[in-house]
C-alpha cells in the first residue's frame, strides 16, 4: 500500500510535469532559460514576503514572479545592457533580497531548504487543488495561442508584419512561465525550477519533428522523471525534489545514447 | 499630400527616418500601385531595409508619412529566418501557418518547386531551398502587396534568373503590387518597373531605362552599371549610350543630394 502523502506528492508532481513540459519547450525554443531561473530566484522573495503578508505562498510567489517578469521587459529597452547582465542583475538581486526577507522573518515560520529544494512530500490536499487548477488554466491558454505562439517563436518580425501581437503574446509567455515558476517551487524548489522545464524538453527534441510532438514529448518524460524521482527517493530515504531532477537528467544523458530523430 | 488614389497600395510622403541619432532616410516619397514591380537598389547602408520596414509597419516613420491601403494584406519574405534551431518544424507546417486552404497550398508548391521539400525539416534546407520555400509562403498569403527583402539571397545565377521571371509571372497572376530590395542589377533591371535608386534620400526614380541612364546612379554603380545599361538597352542608340556610360565624371545636377 503506497502511503497517503506519496501519493499527493505523485499528483502535485504529475500535474507540474504535465504543465512545465509544453512550456518549458517554449522555454528551450525562445532561449529562456536564464530568465526562468531569475523567476524562480525571485521566487523566494515571493514566499518570504508571503509570509510577512501572511498572503498564500502561491499567489504571492505568482504576483512577484510577474512584477519581475514586467520589470524585465521594461528594463529592456535600455539599450546599453544586454538582456542576460539585465537578467543577472535581477536574479541575484531578487535573490540576496528573498535570503534576507527570509531571515528577517521569524525563522520558525520558513522552511528555507523546502523552498530551497522542494518539500514536495508535505503537500497537501489543498496543494493538490491549487496545482491542478493553475495547470488547467496554462494549459488552457497553450491551448487557446498555440498557433499564433508557435509563429511568433519561430519568427517574431514575419509573425508581427502579418498582424500578430507578438509583444501581448510575449509578455503573456512570461506570466505563463511565472505561474509555473510559483507551482514547481513547491515541487523541486527553487534552485531546481529551471530543469523541470527545461531537461524534459531537451530531452523530447531529439525524438520530435514538429512542436507538439516536442512538447507532449517534454509532459511525458517530465512525469516519468517525477515517478521515477519519487520511488527513487522513497526507498533510499533521498530528497524528493533533487531526485526527480535527477532522473530527468538521467533520461537526458540516456537519450543521448540513442539515436536522434529528425 | 492629395490623398492617395483607390489605385495606390502604399504611399510614402516625405518620410524621414532616424536612428540612434543618424539620419538613415531623408525626405523619401514614391508610391506603389496594384500590379507594379518596385525595386530597390542602392549600395549598402543606403537604407533600403529600413525602408521596406517602414512600408511593412515594422518601424514608424520620424517625419512625413507612411499611408497603406486599408486592411492592405502583405506577403512578406524576410531576408532571414530568425528561427531557432531548437523549433523542430516541417516545411509543410511552416506553409500551413499561411494558408489552411490545402488546394493552394499544394498549388503553389508545385509552381515554385517546394512540393518536394514538404516533409523536410525547415533547418536542414539549403539558402536557396529556404528563399523558396519563403516565397511560396509570402504567395500563399495570397497578398495585394508582396514585400521582398533580397529575395535571391543563397541562389545560384540561374536560379536568380528563374525566381525573378517567377515573381513577375505571381505578379501577373495575383495581380499584386511587389516591393523588392535587390543586388542583382542586370537581373532586376529586365523584370521590373520602376527603380527606386536609393542612398539615404533617392537618387533617382523612374522605369528602369530611365534610371539606368540617370548620372547618379551612374556614379553609385559606375562600372557595373555600364554593363547593365547596355544589356538593359539594346534598343536605343547604342552612340547616345556609349557617351553617357563611359564619361568618368558625368555633368549632371546634384543639387538635391546631401552625401559627398
Redesign the interface.
Known amino acids: 500500500m503506497i502511503p497517503e502523502f506519496l501519493v499527493y506528492a505523485l499528483l502535485c508532481g504529475l500535474g507540474v510535469a504535465l504543465v512545465a513540459g509544453p512550456l518549458g519547450a517554449f522555454v ?4 529562456l532559460a536564464y530568465f526562468g531561473d531569475t523567476l524562480a530566484h525571485s521566487a523566494l522573495l515571493g514566499a518570504a514576503l508571503g509570509v510577512m503578508l501572511e498572503i498564500h505562498p502561491l499567489l504571492a510567489v505568482a504576483a512577484t514572479s510577474l512584477v519581475i517578469a514586467v520589470a524585465l521587459v521594461a528594463l529592456q529597452t535600455q539599450p546599453q545592457l544586454a538582456s542576460d547582465t539585465l537578467l543577472g542583475i535581477l536574479s541575484h538581486g531578487t535573490l540576496a533580497l528573498g535570503l534576507v526577507c527570509a531571515s528577517l522573518v521569524a525563522d520558525t515560520r520558513i522552511d528555507l531548504w523546502g523552498l530551497l529544494f522542494g518539500d514536495l512530500l508535505t503537500a497537501s490536499h489543498a496543494d493538490l487543488i491549487a496545482i491542478y487548477a493553475v495547470a488547467a488554466v496554462v494549459l488552457l491558454v497553450l491551448w487557446i495561442f498555440w ?1 499564433p505562439l ?2 511568433a ?6 509573425a ?3 498582424g500578430v501581437p507578438t509583444a501581448r503574446l510575449r509578455l503573456l509567455l512570461m506570466a505563463l512561465i511565472a505561474l509555473v515558476v510559483a507551482l514547481a517551487m513547491k515541487v523541486v524548489g527553487v534552485l531546481l525550477i529551471t530543469a523541470l522545464l527545461i531537461i524534459p524538453a531537451a530531452t523530447s ?1 531529439r525524438f ?4 507538439e ?2 512538447a507532449v514529448g517534454a509532459a511525458l518524460l517530465g512525469m516519468g522523471a517525477v515517478i521515477g524521482g519519487l520511488c527513487f527517493s522513497y526507498w533510499v530515504d533521498t530528497p524528493a525534489g533533487p531526485s526527480i531532477v535527477l532522473t530527468a537528467s538521467l533520461l537526458f544523458a540516456f537519450s543521448l545514447l540513442l539515436p536522434a530523430r ?1 | 499630400m492629395s490623398l492617395p488614389s483607390d489605385n495606390t497600395l502604399i504611399a510614402c510622403d516625405h518620410v524621414s527616418w532616424r536612428r540612434d541619432g543618424t539620419q538613415v532616410l531623408q525626405d523619401v516619397s514614391f508610391t506603389i500601385a496594384p500590379g507594379e514591380i518596385v525595386t530597390l537598389i542602392g549600395p549598402n547602408g543606403a537604407g533600403k531595409t529600413s525602408l521596406v520596414n517602414l512600408v ?3 518601424a514608424q516613420p520620424g517625419s512625413g508619412r507612411v499611408w497603406r491601403r486599408p486592411k492592405l494584406r ?1 506577403g ?1 519574405m ?1 531576408q532571414h ?4 534551431s ?5 516545411v509543410e ?2 506553409l500551413r ?2 494558408t489552411q486552404d490545402r488546394a493552394a497550398l499544394n498549388l503553389y508548391c508545385e509552381r515554385l518547386g517546394v512540393s518536394a521539400l514538404l516533409s523536410k ?1 525547415l533547418q536542414s534546407l539549403s539558402g536557396g531551398e529556404l528563399q523558396r520555400v519563403l516565397l511560396t509562403r509570402a504567395v500563399l ?1 495570397r497578398p495585394q502587396l508582396l514585400v521582398l527583402d533580397e529575395p535571391t539571397q543563397g541562389v545560384d545565377v540561374l536560379g536568380q534568373a528563374d525566381l525573378y521571371r517567377q515573381i513577375a509571372e505571381l505578379r501577373d497572376e495575383l495581380g499584386c503590387g511587389v516591393l523588392m530590395v535587390s543586388h542583382d542589377l542586370h537581373l532586376v533591371m529586365a523584370k521590373t518597373d520602376t527603380v527606386i535608386c536609393l542612398n539615404r534620400h533617392i537618387c533617382c526614380h523612374g522605369a528602369p531605362e530611365s534610371v539606368a541612364r540617370h548620372p547618379e546612379y551612374l556614379q553609385l554603380f559606375g562600372k557595373q552599371a555600364e554593363a547593365i545599361a547596355v544589356y538593359t538597352h539594346h534598343h536605343d542608340h547604342a552612340h547616345d549610350l556609349h557617351g553617357d556610360v563611359v564619361k568618368p565624371h558625368p555633368h549632371h545636377d546634384h543639387s538635391n543630394c546631401t552625401h559627398p
Open positions: 528551450v525554443w525562445r532561449r498557433r508557435v509563429f517563436t519561430l519568427d517574431e518580425t514575419l508581427q508584419v502579418e527534441r520530435s519533428r514538429s512542436p510532438i516536442m529528425s | 511593412i509597419g515594422l502583405l512578406y524576410p529566418l530568425r528561427f531557432d531548437t523549433l523542430p518544424l516541417s507546417r511552416f501557418l499561411a525539416q498569403r
